[in-house]
Every structure is written in C-alpha cells, then in structure tokens.
C-alpha cells in the first residue's frame, strides 16, 4: 500500500498557520469511490486509506515510521510560500497609483 508523506497546506477558514507545522502520512486510495444506488452518496470498500491519517512533527519522523513499517511512501515538499507584506497605511498614501475610493 502506498502512503503520501506531506505537510498539510493552511486551511481558507484559518488566517494563522496552525497545524501547518505537522506533516501527515496518509495512506493513498486502494478502491475507486462508487455512488451508492440507494442514496447517492460516495462510499468505498477502503477502509484504510480514508480513516488512517498519522501526524509527526518532522519530515524525518515521519520517513523513519514509513521505512520501520515497511510503507511504500511517496514524499511531497511543500511549496516555498511568497510573503506579501502590506501595511494598512499604504492605502492612503500620497503617492499611490490609483486613488483610494469607496
């Protein structure tokens, strides 16, 4: 079975980063999802990849528990985020290129 080592991207309810520290191993789909006839929901005959998700604190953790296991992983580094840095007087700046408006 192969497993997905990443670190978790912060969510759209979340100004912060919390838990975005933490990587996750989490084990990939074995089963394709079906719909299910009686009441349309999506249902899998995979019960480990959708309940099994282990949190480490280091990407190193969680790369020795894989290989101590014996877990088939696939490592995904997380994308260097670009900081815009802003500042609430900018928007009233003399020198701003289109004028402030309501």
Do not use: C
């Amino acid at each position: 079975m192969l497993a997905r080592i990443f670190r978790p991207s912060k969510t759209a309810m979340q100004s912060g980063r919390a838990k975005s520290a933490e990587w996750v191993l989490e084990f990939e789909p074995t089963a394709a999802r079906r719909s299910d006839p009686l009441m349309g929901w999506t249902v899998t005959a995979d019960t480990q990849s959708s309940q099994l998700n282990l949190t480490f604190a280091t990407k190193d953790e969680a790369v020795r528990y894989a290989e101590a296991h014996g877990i088939a992983f696939q490592l995904v580094d997380p994308a260097p985020t670009k900081r815009i840095l802003k500042a609430y007087a900018d928007n009233f700046a003399f020198g701003r290129r289109t004028p402030w408006t309501h």
